[in-house]
């Protein structure tokens, strides 16, 4: 019986049914084209897990994921690109504006398979290691991070446009046909795709749990708390809150990685400042600091944001803003939250009753 | 050397673009540590304002100068509105402040959007403005747009103003108090709260003369908060939050950067560039370039 107790044990629960209805009930219930949405979701999702760990956790506010869910869709993009046109041919847009007439020097490792696909992962990371040092090294903290961060997601973007010849500009990279010798347009490799996102998903949740729980999860939250007490215990506040920025750099790329294959597309509309902030808020309406809280959250933001943004494009900005605003202002935990609130709530008000009487009596 | 003196004042006048829609978030951000993303909404509520008076007042040169009062008005109500409603129970939560806002930020976009619709729309600048004047003759002219020349007027102006308010009257005094010590200045008898919505009116309305500014160089449109905010944000960070000294000299580096910088590359690298710029220079100045030094352990 005391199997089922315990956090573990209910954790292990929790994957169990997240994994019973994402393999079995989603791909039983959902059409075709509902089972592609879930697949777009639980990629925001993925980049809500990352989010969960620097911000919730390490109160790193980072308005930048973009960039990272970029780096990653990129590599996976300009890959899936090289792959599509064969060998010594050019992806379709360089043909079409003429300027390369063979394939620019920083494409070309891309079209190894095993390169681009480490370099989904490995290259957000190197880049947020790099910058993350110079930025934690030097105590840039609080809202310098955050406008930083988002500038930096405003700058990649900017770049990525102005790179028409190469990167394919505004349009960025778009209709990518085949994932690795398996067209994407048969729907039985599009399922195939959504098994690898949501296991993938299943795995980063798996991770960041054993990070959280582990000393280094409680250190993080040590020096979201208390930075300077953390420094005076003798460890070193840059290196535990760089982590955190790298791990959730790494999922946010593999975020991107995946979600070429389920989308097909890889623009810097995606990855901009608006998408950037998307990113964490979907984490923030569910609970930063709550893992289930801000998996949930971002997919059900997500999900919020297709149903009712095809019906009024109007009516969802103003939906959207409004969540923003209780969720943040009202209910700092999110979603998640709510339960812990209400049972301190009826817990207090149980107490108050049993007092009462005592008090009465005397 | 005229293309050096040109691109030259081509950074100057991109700097005090640069310092107008900045100097509001000196106030909002740098003294109140508040981060108003709705900041950039507050603009483009000064440039709308300035659209719909020209449509009632003919002359283009008099709904200009009609349009800077009402301007800081409109923006300075929006503002305090926010500062009630919102931002007054999140004073402990800065960086809160940033997400919450960004929710009021949307919800203003839509609403401009719902009411003068989603293409750009343009004013008519008085005559005045629409010419050129010549700084140096000869072969190889170098003339500035009278524009321009307005903008960095105003812009000086607007930090004469502001900082002449912060310094000698008592309105600027109580600020300063509550800025450096808000429970000391609370005892003293300052009504803290109103404090804060009256520098939040203030730091708003001036984000609404820079829309009245900005409806002078390009087109009023319901983005055009996001496309300058990002870039207020950062001169405050890199002149040092709460300096105005820093603000004003940022500005005008960051400009004539920008500016020498799209001459030798292209608009989006010379972006690019700013910012690894900017990162590198936190490297040297976490705290930027002028910084209030406390005792504090940051």
Same mark, same amino acid.
């Given at each position: 019986m005391n199997l089922l107790k315990g956090p573990s044990a209910r954790a292990a629960a929790g994957f169990a049914g997240a994994a019973v209805v994402l393999f079995a009930l989603a791909p039983l219930l959902l059409s075709e084209f509902r089972l592609g949405l879930l697949a777009k979701y639980l990629c925001i999702a993925m980049v809500a897990v990352g989010v969960c760990l620097?911000? #919730?956790?390490?109160?790193?506010?980072?308005?930048?994921?973009g960039v990272f869910f970029g780096l990653g869709g990129y590599a996976m993009a300009m890959h899936l690109k090289i792959a599509d046109a064969g060998p010594g041919n050019l992806p379709d847009f360089m043909q079409l504006y003429g300027?390369?007439?063979?394939?620019p020097w920083w494409w070309?490792?891309?079209?190894n398979p095993l390169f681009a696909l480490a370099a989904t992962v490995l290259l957000p990371m190197a880049v947020a290691a790099v910058l993350g040092s110079f930025i934690f090294r030097r105590r840039v903290k609080g809202a310098y991070f955050a406008i930083l961060s988002q500038a930096l997601a405003a700058a990649f973007a900017i770049w990525l446009i102005g790179q028409q010849a190469t990167?394919?500009?505004?349009? #960025?990279?778009?209709?990518i046909q085949g994932f690795f010798g398996y067209a994407l347009d048969d729907p039985v490799n599009q399922r195939m795709v959504y098994f690898i996102i949501a296991a993938v998903l299943l795995l980063l949740i798996a991770l960041a749990r054993q990070l959280i729980h582990s000393r280094y999860g409680e250190l993080l939250v040590a020096v979201r708390d208390s930075e300077e007490r953390v420094r005076f215990l003798g460890y070193d506040p840059a290196n535990v809150k760089l982590v955190a920025y790298v791990v959730a750099a790494g999922m946010a790329g593999l975020a991107g990685a995946l979600f070429v294959p389920a989308v097909g597309i890889i623009s810097p509309a995606l990855i901009g400042i608006v998408p950037s902030i998307e990113f964490v808020i979907g984490a923030a309406v569910g609970g930063r600091a709550s893992l289930v809280g801000a998996v949930l959250g971002a997919v059900a933001v997500a999900w919020a944001k297709t149903a009712l943004s095809e019906e009024f494009p109007a009516a969802w900005t103003y939906f959207q803003g409004l969540l923003f605003i209780v969720a943040l202002a009202?209910?700092?935990?999110?979603?998640?939250s709510l339960a812990g609130i209400v049972r301190r709530r009826r817990a207090a008000a149980e107490k108050k009753a049993a007092v009462i009487p005592v008090g009465e009596a005397a | 050397m005229t293309v050096i003196l040109g691109q030259t004042f081509t950074g100057i006048s991109i700097g005090a673009v640069l310092l107008l829609i900045a100097l509001g978030l000196s106030l909002?951000?740098?003294?109140?540590n508040v981060i108003n993303m709705a900041h950039g909404e507050f603009i483009m509520a000064g440039a709308y304002t300035t659209y719909v008076l020209q449509k009632s007042i003919s002359s283009a040169g008099i709904s200009l100068l009609v349009a800077l009062p009402v301007a800081f008005l409109v923006s300075g109500a929006l503002g305090a509105l926010l500062e009630w409603l919102l931002i007054r129970r999140l004073y402990l939560r800065p960086l809160d402040t940033l997400l919450v806002t960004w929710g009021v930020s949307l919800m203003l976009q839509q609403l401009a959007r719902d009411i003068f619709g989603a293409p750009n729309v343009q004013t008519r600048a008085p005559d005045v403005l629409t010419g050129n004047i010549t700084l140096i003759g000869g072969d190889d002219p170098l003339t500035v747009a009278n524009s321009r020349l307005f903008i960095l007027g105003l812009a000086v102006a607007a930090v004469v103003a502001l900082s002449l308010t912060l310094r000698l009257t008592p309105l600027g005094r109580r600020i300063r108090a509550v800025v450096q010590n808000r429970d000391l200045a609370e005892v003293s008898g300052i009504s803290t709260s109103t404090v804060d919505r009256t520098a939040f009116f203030i730091g708003s309305g001036l984000a609404g003369v820079a829309g009245v500014a900005l409806t002078l160089v390009g087109p009023i449109g319901p983005t055009m908060g996001t496309n300058v905010i990002i870039d207020a944000f950062l001169v405050i960070v890199v002149g040092g939050i709460g300096q105005l000294k820093g603000t004003v000299i940022v500005a005008f580096v960051l400009g004539v950067l920008q500016s020498v910088l799209e001459y030798s590359t292209t608009v989006s690298v010379a972006k690019v560039l700013v910012l690894v710029g900017i990162v590198a220079f936190l490297q040297w100045r976490p705290q930027g370039l002028y910084t209030l030094r406390t005792r504090s352990l940051v």
């Open positions: 620097a911000w #919730g956790r390490g109160g790193l506010l980072t308005l930048g994921q300027t390369a007439t063979e394939l070309q490792p891309f079209a990167t394919g500009g505004t349009n #960025g990279l778009t209709d009202f209910l700092p935990g999110g979603l998640a | 909002t951000f740098g003294q109140m």
